[in-house]
Structure formats: C-alpha cells, structure tokens
C-alpha cells in the first residue's frame, strides 16, 4: 500500500501469471504477473457524497499530496491516519511543506476532517429520520478507513475468493508504507488468522526490486492437443525455448549454474479461450503428464464447481496498527508476526449508520462482481466470454434491485421485473432451495428472447422463503427460429424469434432437467420455416455457466449473512435502497432546478429517428419540489 494505490497479489510456492490485463482501459496481452490493483492507497481523497463514505478514485496524488502535506492539498487516507494517532509525526522527518522542511500537519488534517464530519452530521439531520447523535470528527476519520480497508478487501477477495481460494487459509504479508497501518483490519475481514509484516516492509517494494531475480521469457505458440502423440512434440519445444532463455543470460554474465528454467504449458479446454498457465508442481517428478494434472486442478479450483489491544508499534520505515483481539510477536530478525483472534459475529444493529451504510455498498457490490467473474470464465460462448454481453445482481427477497455489477446497465431493471414476476407467478410455496428458473418470456420482464435470464433463490440454514435472489441475464447467440441469432426482422408471432421460457426450472431442487431444457430449445423447430438451436451445445454450456455464478453469489450472501446475522443484513439492504432512491431524487432535483434557471421550465427533451425517418420524441418533466418525474410527451 503505498500513497496513490494499493496492489494486491497471490503466492502459493510460486507467482501467479496471467496473459491478459487490462490498465486505465486498455487490454496488454503479454505474461505479467497477476497483480490487481484499486485507488485506496495513502493519497486516495475523501468525499461524502449522496449518504456515503467514499474513498477515490480520484488522488491527491505526491503533489500537493493530503492535507497534512502542508501543500494545500486534499484530504485523504494519510489525514484520517493521522488524525486517528495511527500516524504520529515525531517519528516523520520534517520535509514538508512549500520549503520542504516542516513536520506533517495534524491540525489542518483534523480541520479538514472536521468540516467533512459537519458535512455528514447536516445531511443525516435533514435526510434520516432516525434520531442518532452526531458522529464525531474521530469517528469520521475511522469511518473513512473502515471503507478504504472494505475497498482492498475487494480487490483481495477478486484474487482469491472469485477464483476458488480460500482467504482463510492465506497469511497477509504487507509492506509499502501504509500497509502496516491497514493489514490487521483487512486479516480480520477476511478471515485470515496471521499477518507477516517484514522488517523492511516499508520500502520492501524499492528493497525486493533491488533483489529480484532477472528473469528472460521466450514463448511461442502451439495449438496442438495436448495428447501422448504430442508430447514429444512439446518436449522438444519447451527445450528450444529454455536453449534461447539461456543464451540471452548467459550473455549478460550469468553461468549454468545460476540458471533455473521453469516451464509453462497455457491450456485450455477444446471449443474455448480460457487459457490456464500450468507448470509441474515442484515435487512433481515433472512429466507431461504432470501438466494435465496442474490444469485440471486450476480449472475445478477456478471454476467449480505479543501486544494486546490497539497499539502502535513504530520504528525507522514502518507504522503497525494492531488490531483488538490481534497479538504480535516481534521476532529475533525483526520481523513481527500478528496472530487475529477469533472474531465474533459483528453487532452492528439496524439503524442506519452512515460509515456501515458505505461498507455494506463495498460487500454488495462485491458479490455481483465475483458472479460476473465466474460467468465470464466458465462460459462457452463468444458473445458472454469476450463481448461481455451479460449481467449480474441481487435482489431482495421481494425482487427489488440491491446491487448490480458495472455490466450491461439495459438488462437491470429487466431483471428486477424479472425476478418479481417469478415470486408473484410462482408464490414462495412454489419454490424451493435448490431451484434455479430459466426464463426469457416479454410478459416475464423478457427483453429478447436470446437474453436468457437464470434466477437462483437464496435460502439460509433452512429458512422457508428466500432471503435474496441472485440472478445473471446472458446473450445467447442462437435459441433457433426464422433466422440464425434469433432476431428475425419479419416475424409475425413469437415462436419465430425463438425458444421462450415463461417460468422453467432448469434445477428443480438440485436436479438439472437437461432432458427438457433441450426438448424446449429444440420447440421452435415445430413451426414452419423455423429451426429449433443451432448451437445446443454453447447454450448447455453457457447456461451451466450462469448455474454457477448463481451458486457463487449464493455462497457469498450466506457468508455476509453469517457475519452480521440476517436481521442486520437485511435492514442494510432497504437502507441502500431507500439511499438509492434519495441519490435519484437529489439528481433530479439539481436538473430540474438548473434547467428551470435556465429555460424557465423543467423539461428535457430530445429526439431520435427510426430506419424510414419516424421520429421518436420525449419530454420528460421535472418537478424539483416533490423531485420526481414523468413523460410529458413521446411519439
């Protein structure tokens, strides 16, 4: 963790690669190490915005840097640190300032933390009924890096838990900075039992750049199947490979024995493009066959489915926050080992409060994330593994949107009406735990008919009725009718465009109804000129697909729910709603009362044209005293 970000990656005896990334937007297809990294570094600014506790995107960057720079800077996770004593600026030395030779200022970092925490404490006053005392500007301050450790877990979980590790199992071993100042915190969220913090974690990054290995790659492709005919031929390939690796170090000075090879088959699966990196493990007698056990290991992982209380210890490069219920134990070289204490359910009761409110966006949000993330990865087809044409959220147990990831925004409020036209046709006596229903009808929230829409319920420890819905909406290329991809621009009744689906279990408690599935995706071949799928095979695959990011947002909701216990998880999910709503109507009322300002009316307008030149228009009014709105005019 260091000013302006914080990075995360995984090691398991050996560093986890990737060939794909993607930086500020733009994809770099090369071997990199997988290193996931989130704003919420010691420069991430501080806002609160709409009833929220938000940390970044945006930086304070080194220059003017947080407000405590002495720089007219921003406020940011350093000042909340340093305003909390977690920072303590005798130990800093005095390069601050415009002359750089000033010590790090608490009393602005605490006036600006001040005014952010009147902020807070007037718009709670006027917008929640609840009558709760002010927050102070410590609580604040906390608030703020209670959200920003919620953020790194995020990006923690997104490594790990999305694909197939258990966080609990895993020591967190930090260094930058900061990162002493947040690892308690984020273990215990996590899970994880041990923090290991390096005698030089401080400037370990600078430190292990000056000690890593020199490292030269060479790859080129194959795409052969991976069979006993061919191995020969990949022997012989990885041996030409490690000749050129050792031939370019050998002429930068490096002899035989200080070489070491370590070899990579990329292999996937045939009919798709999910590449997994795999090498023998080390106590592996490294034969080919070896890699065929490293791959299918990764898949099923990936993809199946002594100091007690808050003290500080501080020396030379490091600033260490231990945690209450966490002990450390400096060892003889320095290092200090923390042991996490075993964590009680969190009591945080049911009134809203805001810093709760922010953490529980983070947990939300996560879970649609991590469904994408599988849905992505496991799919078959073109149009949800590269295109991207999918989403995923949950939903409340009356149906109503909680959280959605960044995908495709025209599905979500399909998808809530959706899943609210399943409870009401249905009934709660028509479901039960292990059912999952496929549906993509118009009368069913449908949008078309190749957006399949798979909905899971979401039962905990054996309630009667769902406690949430998880729910993802796919495009599938092809569900037959007239024409291949299902959108025929001629059609004159439904069955034309293709299979449809009113209400269909695709698991009926824990069994899948394969059998039917392909009898109703084959149905439309029944009426004339049409044909029933043209691609069965990517449509069971990519169905599977979505089961199984259903059944990951499943796992983690009954996580969430075993650590705040169910009332609590549900009061804080209408408090995002009802948040939600509040955000809206603050919008519109800012609209409408710069466009009355401006035009003297509330209304927007605008208009678009069809294929023969029909227009299409639509007013919309605002009305900003009881901020809300409602088409004036459409045609």
């Not at 640190?81 to 390069?95: A, C, E, K, Q, S």
């Not at 003889?332 to 969190?346: F, S």
């Not at 991590?370 to 989403?391: C, P, V, Y």
């Amino acid at each position: 963790m260091a000013n302006g970000s914080f990075q995360v990656s995984r090691y398991a005896g050996s560093f986890a690669h990737v060939m794909e990334t993607a930086i500020a937007g733009v994809t770099i297809q090369a071997p990199q190490l997988d290193i996931h990294t989130v704003a919420a570094g010691g420069g991430s600014r501080l806002f609160f915005r709409s009833g929220l506790f938000e940390v970044g995107p945006e930086s304070a960057c080194a220059t003017p840097g947080p407000v405590c720079y002495r720089k007219n800077g921003y406020l940011a996770v350093t000042d909340a640190n340093l305003v909390l004593g977690r920072i303590i600026p005798d130990y800093f030395p005095h390069i601050f300032g415009e002359s750089e030779n000033e010590p790090l200022d608490r009393a602005a970092a605490l006036e600006a933390m001040q005014h952010i925490t009147d902020e807070a404490n007037a718009f709670y006053s006027a917008h929640v009924d609840v009558s709760r005392p002010p927050m102070s500007v410590e609580e604040v301050a906390l608030g703020f890096i209670d959200v920003a450790n919620e953020t790194m877990c995020r990006a923690i979980r997104s490594i790990t838990q999305a694909k197939g590790h258990d966080t609990s199992r895993h020591v967190l071993a930090c260094f930058g900075g900061a990162g002493g100042q947040h690892a308690c915190a984020i273990a215990k969220s996590l899970g994880m039992k041990s923090v290991f913090i390096h005698r030089y974690s401080g400037i370990l990054s600078a430190y292990g750049l000056a000690l890593a290995d020199v490292v030269h790659e060479a790859q080129e492709p194959a795409a052969k199947v991976f069979s006993k005919e061919n191995f020969e031929y990949f022997r012989d390939r990885l041996k030409s490979l490690m000749e050129q690796c050792r031939n370019e170090l050998k002429k930068i000075g490096f002899t035989d024995e200080l070489i070491r090879y370590e070899p990579f088959l990329y292999m996937r699966y045939s009919r798709t493009d999910c590449s997994l990196m795999c090498s023998p493990s080390a106590s592996s007698d490294q034969s080919m066959e070896c890699y065929e056990e490293s791959f299918n290991e990764a898949y099923k992982r990936e993809f199946g489915f002594t100091i007690p209380g808050r003290e500080i210890i501080v020396d030379d490069i490091r600033t260490i926050v231990v945690e209450p219920r966490c002990e450390a134990t400096i060892t003889e070289e320095g290092n200090i080992c923390i042991a996490i204490g075993d964590q009680a359910q969190t009591d945080i009761g049911v009134d809203i409060d805001p810093i709760q409110l922010s953490i529980f966006s983070h947990r939300f949000m996560s879970i649609a994330e991590q469904m994408g993330q599988i849905l992505q990865r496991t799919a078959i087809s073109t149009n949800i593994k590269e295109r991207l044409d999918f989403s995923c959220a949950l939903f409340g147990p009356d149906g109503g949107l909680v959280a959605n990831a960044p995908h495709i925004p025209v599905h979500l409020g399909g998808m809530q009406a959706t899943v609210r036209f399943q409870i009401e046709h249905l009934g709660i006596e028509g479901m039960h735990d292990g059912d999952v229903i496929l549906c993509n009808h118009p009368k069913a929230g449908g949008s078309h008919l190749p957006d399949l829409t798979v909905i899971t319920p979401v039962y905990y420890k054996g309630s009667e009725r769902p406690v949430f819905f998880v729910a993802n909406r796919g495009h599938h290329a092809d569900i037959g009718g007239l024409v291949p991809g299902s959108m025929p621009p001629h059609s004159t009744c439904l069955q034309q465009e293709g299979a449809a689906f009113v209400s269909f279990k695709l698991v009926d408690q824990g069994r899948l109804q394969e059998a039917k599935l392909i009898e109703l995706l084959n149905a439309p071949g029944n009426v004339p000129g049409c044909s029933g799928t043209r691609n069965l095979s990517d449509n069971l695959s990519d169905l599977r697909a979505q089961i199984a990011a259903n059944q990951k947002g499943i796992g983690l909701v009954c996580e969430l729910i075993e650590c705040y216990g169910l009332d609590v998880v549900h009061a804080y999910m209408a408090h995002i709603q009802n948040n939600a709503e509040m955000a809206v109507r603050n919008l519109l009322k800012q609209v409408g009362r710069k466009r009355r300002e401006e035009t003297g009316i509330a209304i927007l307008s605008a208009v678009d044209y069809m294929d023969d030149g029909t227009p299409i228009c639509l007013s919309v009014q605002i009305d900003d005293e009881k901020v809300s709105g409602h088409n004036a005019s459409s045609m």
